[in-house]
């Protein structure tokens, strides 16, 4: 009854919070409960980002990173040394943009929620730093931040699809076109596709790799795409 309780509690909240989206909110940041945020915009790839993670675990701690082209990154710093050795990311890719990304924060009974670009809402328990619901989609998130358990989330939808990057210590997944990416169903199956079908690089002025972009965010392409990439699917 107690957790019966605690989940219509977090779907309350979640249908009555006044959602902000992204971009009316660049530049607001400051600290919620144990957790701190930030919002911020990429004018260089016209791109939106809330962040939030806990304010006081540092040098080793997770974090969280949406963006508005529908990408999440599960930032893990595992210690106080080089970033190319002491941090890591687990990403994932929301393909099929349905929704402008929003966020709210609930000062009084403090919790932060984040409506991703695909309509599903993401619950943290503000006071213990923590995720504690994903509407439409079932996770596991390991409390432990270490080298092993591969960025500490792991996510099935209920309805769509994902894509899981996987983990990478060092920097981002996709920028490493020779990689598998797996793609997920509501079904419950996967699809292992290069990161080359999915990505394409992003060069700085120098020429060096500054992240990649997913290549299929219009939902007939990425049907079609499914149906060609992914035929255990059974589209």
Known sequence: MKYLAIILFIFSISAHAEFKSCKEGVGEFGNLGSMRYQVGYFEKYDKCFLSIGPNNRYPKYRGYHFDSAGELMVFNSLGAGRPSKDTGARNF?????TSELKYKLDFEDEYILIQSTDGRVWTFDAKAAKLISISEMDFVEDPDVTRTNDGGLELSPKFGTIVDQGWRVGGPPNIVLSRNSVIKNDSGLECSVKNKKLFKLIYDNAGGVDGAYFI???????????????KNFGL
């Not at 890719?93 to 943009?97: A, G």
């Open 93 to 97: 890719q929301f393909p099929v943009i």
């Open 216 to 230: 299929h965010s219009d939902k007939d392409d990425w049907e079609k795409f499914l149906k060609k990439n992914c």
